[in-house]
């Protein structure tokens, strides 16, 4: 039993006086750093958009609103969108609507245009009250610039007659989205 606690007692004492053993103690010493870095999307309207008419009595009222867009999407497989949504239609009453406009035809529709890695959408697309409208499409392994990329919506609203003179305003959102 003795010799067992001299040789337990000269093991805690070698243990004890040799730090670098175990290699938690040096003059240098390193980490390992890892991330995973995965899909990620914002965007940013940039403006409110007056609409205004040309020349010609009832030419449609038009404008533009500009946005800008940060995307990355997953390299294999991935996918994202930027989506526009009238939330909330023309007010107050008795002018334009995109929910139940005073004339069959009567619309707000736009055309877009996107610079980098999105592909715009294709001709002129009619807004809609409440549900979501393409504006742009991502692929996978998008990536927009560290700074961000452009894009806007050339607007187009019917000009009818029937409306009643004032100032009539909507809300539209935009949403971006990335997998």
């Known amino acids: 039993m003795q010799t067992r606690s001299v040789l337990l007692l000269v093991l805690v004492v070698f243990v004890a006086a040799s730090p670098a053993a175990f290699g938690q103690w040096a003059a240098t010493g390193t980490t390992n750093i890892s ?10 309207v940039n403006s409110a958009t007056p609409l205004t008419t040309g020349t010609t009595l009832f030419d449609d009222y038009t404008g533009t609103t500009a946005f800008s867009y940060k995307v990355r999407t997953t390299k294999a497989g991935g996918s994202g969108s930027v989506t526009a949504q009238v939330l909330t239609d023309f007010s107050p009453g008795n002018g334009p609507s995109v929910q139940t406009p005073p004339t069959a035809g009567d619309t707000l529709s736009y055309g877009c245009t996107v610079a980098g890695p999105g592909t715009a959408c294709s001709g002129s697309i009619t ?37 009643e003179t004032g100032s009539y305003q909507a809300v539209v959102r935009f949403s971006i989205s990335a997998l």
């Open 35 to 44: 991330v995973t870095v995965g899909p990620e999307a914002a965007i940013s």
């Open 127 to 163: 807004a809609q009250y409440q549900t979501d409208t393409n504006v742009a499409t991502f692929g996978a392994n998008a990536h927009s610039s560290k700074a961000g990329d452009s894009g806007s919506l050339a607007w187009v609203l019917t000009n009818d007659p029937k409306y």
